[in-house]
Each structure stands twice: as C-alpha cells, then as structure tokens.
C-alpha cells in the first residue's frame, strides 16, 4: 500500500522559502502514468491545488502561484519537492501530498499533511 | 480556470436521512472528472468518488455519485455520525485543478 509522508520546514519566516518534501513507499514510484500533487488548506479556507511533477519531471503549477513554485523529483531518494518562494502570511496551511491515480482515479492516495506557518 | 460552486454550504441531517450535495461548474468538465473527498478534523481527505460515478476502494454503497458536463452531486443515503465532515467536490479534467468550497455536513 501507498504510503506518502511529508516532511520540512515548520516555520517560515516571511520573504522566505518553504521547503517540503514528500517521501514515497510501499509502492512503485516509478510508475507511467501517476502524477504527484501538491495540495494546500489555509485556515478556515477549501482545499486549493499547488500542482504536480510526474516522474519523468514534467510539471504543472496554478497560476495564482506559479512565479513563485517549483515541484522537483528525486528519484534517487524516491521523493518529490515543494519549493515556494517570498512567503507571505497567506502562505500558511496544512500542505499535503497527494498521487494522482492514472486515467480517472483522482486524489487517490494522501499525505496525512504537515503545518507550515509563517511568522516572524 | 474552472470554478466549482457547491450547494448548499451547510447541510444539517438526522441520522437515517439522505442527503444530496451539488456542485456546479463554469464549464464543462472534460470525460466527466469529477471527484469527491470527505475531509473530517485532523485526518487526510478521502477520495470518495471517481469519474463522476464511480466508488472508490472501500467505500460504501450509501456514497453515490451521479451528473455531467458542468452539474454533479453526491448523494449519501443513511446517513450516520461517521458520515460528518466537509465534502468537497473537484475536477481533474484540465490544469489547473480545482475544488469547490465544500459543503459542511452536520448530524443532528
């Protein structure tokens, strides 16, 4: 079984940069067709989407972030990367991990999540 | 970017009612990929449909998804205090990918 756990900074400071990366086990993470997502929730707020790498490193980012993300994969160490630039107050959510299922499969497999905050 | 609105925003059931939760789009969904999650306090959210209609692994049958083109909904028959928490519609058709509000279910 699937098993994503993320990892990194805690607190940021702002106009700092929030690292986090997400390890991969109990599957292949080498597989054709997953992709792996980044996905936020700021409080109070829904859940908004960051974007994604495949394995092969080809990604896709939201626009409302996108000049200030970067999705990388490790495939030595079997995981992938957020990195988000200039952080602001806004920045502050729990970032989960997520694998996108091949096809139609959705959000398949999640995270439990990591709560980054930025505060001086 | 496709915007998906939710309906309604709170929903407040007894145990043993159904319930239904809507979720409208901008536009089209391409092939229909529509997913929801459940999301309760302090777990991870859970895929619980896929493809509009179909169930994810080890969900029950009283989770049901059904709609096209730009209107879905979720339907949750008998309700139970396991079933509280917020439900999330969103589209993976396009990028970038994008979620509803969500809608808070309550039990009474």
């Known amino acids: 079984q699937l098993l994503l756990q993320e990892s990194g900074s805690e607190v940021v400071k702002p106009s700092q940069t929030l690292f986090l990366t997400c390890g991969v086990s109990g599957a292949s993470f080498n597989v054709g067709g997953f992709s792996w997502h980044w996905i936020r929730q700021a409080p109070g707020k829904a859940l908004e989407w960051i974007g994604y790498?495949?394995?092969?490193?080809?990604?896709s980012y939201n626009p409302s972030l996108k000049s200030r993300v970067t999705i990388s994969v490790d495939r030595d160490r079997k995981h992938f990367s957020l990195r988000l630039t200039s952080v602001t107050a806004a920045d502050t959510a729990m970032y989960y991990c997520?694998?996108?299922?091949?096809?139609?499969?959705?959000?398949?497999?999640w995270g439990q999540g990591t709560l980054v905050t930025v505060s001086s | 970017e496709i915007v998906l609105t939710q309906s309604p925003g709170t929903l407040s059931v007894t145990p043993g009612e159904r319930a239904t939760l809507s979720c409208t789009a901008t536009?089209?969904?391409?092939?229909?990929?529509v997913a929801w999650y459940v999301h309760t306090f302090g777990q991870a959210p859970r895929l619980l449909i896929y493809g509009a209609t179909k169930r994810a692994t080890d969900v029950s049958d009283r989770f049901s998804g059904s709609g096209s083109g730009t209107d879905f909904s979720l339907t949750i028959s008998s309700l139970g205090p396991e079933d509280s928490g917020v439900y999330y519609c969103?589209?993976?058709?396009?990028?970038?990918?994008?979620f509803g509000q969500g809608t808070k279910v309550e039990i009474k």
């Open positions: 997520v694998r996108e299922g091949a096809g139609d499969w959705a959000f398949d497999s």
């Open positions: 536009q089209s969904v391409s092939k229909n990929y």
């Open positions: 969103q589209q993976y058709g396009v990028s970038p990918r994008t």
């Open positions: 790498t495949f394995y092969s490193g080809g990604t």
